[in-house]
C-alpha cells in the first residue's frame, strides 16, 4: 500500500507550534475545534501546547490521509491567509476572485470572514483539489 502523498508540512508545523499557545498549528492541521479550544485557553494553560510538540507528526500523518494533494497547496494558503488573509491574497490564490476582491475591498469581510477561514481553510482547498481532479477525469 503507498503511503499518502504529504499535503501538510511538519516544518511548518512546528513553526506555527511556536505561537500554539494561539492554536495556529492546530488550524492547520485542519483541527479547528481544538484550535479554538487553545486560543481561548493559551494551548489548555501552556501544558496542551507542551503536549502537542510530540503530537505533530501524528497530526501530519492524519492531514495527509484527510486532505487531498494538487496543485492549491495547503502549506502556501496558510501562509497567504496568516500573512494577508485580510486582503483575500488565500482566496486569489485557489482561484476564488469574486470573494478575493471582496476580501480586499472589506478587510476580508471586516476580519469575519478571515477568522472563518482559519476554521474552513484545509476544506476549501481539499475541494479546490477534488475539483481540479475531477475535471481531469472527466477530460480522460
Known amino acids: 500500500m503507498n503511503a499518502p ?5 511538519k516544518t511548518i508545523g512546528y513553526i506555527l507550534w511556536i505561537f500554539g499557545f494561539t492554536g ?3 488550524f492547520y492541521y485542519g483541527r479547528p475545534i481544538t484550535g479554538i479550544i ?3 485557553t493559551l494551548g489548555l494553560l501552556g501544558v496542551g501546547w507542551l503536549i502537542d510538540l510530540f503530537l505533530i507528526p501524528g497530526m501530519d500523518r492524519a492531514a495527509d ?3 487531498t494533494p494538487g ?5 502556501v494558503g496558510w501562509i497567504l491567509l496568516t500573512l494577508a488573509g485580510v486582503f483575500g ?3 486569489f490564490y485557489m482561484g476564488k476572485w469574486v470573494t478575493g476582491i471582496l476580501y480586499l475591498l472589506t478587510g476580508g469581510l ?6 472563518y477561514d482559519f476554521c474552513t481553510l484545509n476544506t476549501q482547498i481539499n475541494e479546490v483539489n477534488q475539483s481540479a481532479r475531477s475535471r481531469i477525469a472527466v477530460a480522460r
Request: positive net charge; proline residues 0%.
Open 5 to 9: 502523498v504529504s499535503t501538510h508540512s
Open 24 to 26: 495556529a498549528h492546530r
Open 38 to 40: 487553545w486560543f481561548f
Open 65 to 67: 490521509r484527510r486532505f
Open 71 to 75: 496543485d492549491t497547496d495547503y502549506s
Open 89 to 91: 491574497l488565500h482566496r
Open 110 to 115: 471586516f476580519l469575519i470572514g478571515w477568522l
